[in-house]
Structures are given as structure tokens and as C-alpha cells.
Nanobody, 124 residues
Framework: QMQLVEAGGGSHQAGDSLTLSCKAYGQSLRSYALGWFRQAPGGEREFLSGIGRSGSHQSRADSVKGRFTIARNNAENTAFLFMTSLKPEDTAVYYC?????????????????WGQGTQVTVSS
């Protein structure tokens, strides 16, 4: 079993930058593709960005291209989401997820483990 714990959320002003982290406990992340998602109140879960096992390949949703960057540090068993130019519409609960993969897959069809989420609130 793996436990994912997100951190770094909070209340921010529009235009701020923010870094979310996701630390894994119980297993190494080296064999897992990682993803960041968010869910706004009353909305559906939205894929934001994915990264393969090696960190060499990434994918981002159009809604966050140029503003959000995913990264990982396998030695520290941690994933990151670097967020810039925050907007009020970025207000949501942000989740990280991990999917066991045999290849350097970036956006797997399913994720095996999910974190509990961290709230990000952006005011104008």
C-alpha cells in the first residue's frame, strides 16, 4: 500500500505563485507515473498534468499550460506542482495520484493511489 500526502495549499491572491508537494509513504515512487488533478466546488475532477517514471516526459492540460509545471524527485519520493499566475478559477481541491507502470507512461488510464487533497483558494 502507498499513502500520498499533499501539502502546500492555502489562501492566495490572484497573480501569486504556489508550490504543492505530494509525498509518498509505504512504497517507492520510482515505478509509478504521477498526476495532479483538481476538483472545484460542484465540478468534476479535472486532469492538470502528468509525469512519467523517469521525469523526462510530461503532459499538461491546455487550461494550465504556461502556468503550471509538474516535477518529481524520486530520491525524496515526492512530486511537485509549481503554479504561477494564479487565477480565482484555480480555486479547487488539488489531488495527486500514482499509477504503477512498466514503461515511462505519462498519462495512464487509471491511477492506483490518490492523496486526500489540499485546498487552494485564490481571491481576486
Amino acid at each position: 500500500q502507498m499513502q500520498l500526502v499533499e501539502a502546500g495549499g492555502g489562501s492566495h491572491q490572484a497573480g501569486d505563485s504556489l508550490t504543492l508537494s505530494c509525498k509518498a509513504y509505504g512504497q517507492s515512487l520510482r515505478s509509478y507515473a504521477l498526476g495532479w488533478f483538481r476538483q472545484a466546488p460542484g465540478g468534476e475532477r479535472e486532469f492538470l498534468s502528468g509525469i512519467g517514471r523517469s521525469g523526462s516526459h510530461q503532459s499538461r492540460a491546455d487550461s494550465v499550460k504556461g502556468r503550471f509545471t509538474i516535477a518529481r524527485n524520486n530520491a525524496e519520493n515526492t512530486a511537485f506542482l509549481f503554479m504561477t499566475s494564479l487565477k480565482p478559477e484555480d480555486t479547487a481541491v488539488y489531488y495527486c495520484a500514482a499509477s504503477y507502470t512498466q514503461y515511462d507512461e505519462v498519462v495512464p488510464a487509471e491511477y492506483d493511489y490518490w492523496g486526500q487533497g489540499t485546498q487552494v483558494t485564490v481571491s481576486s
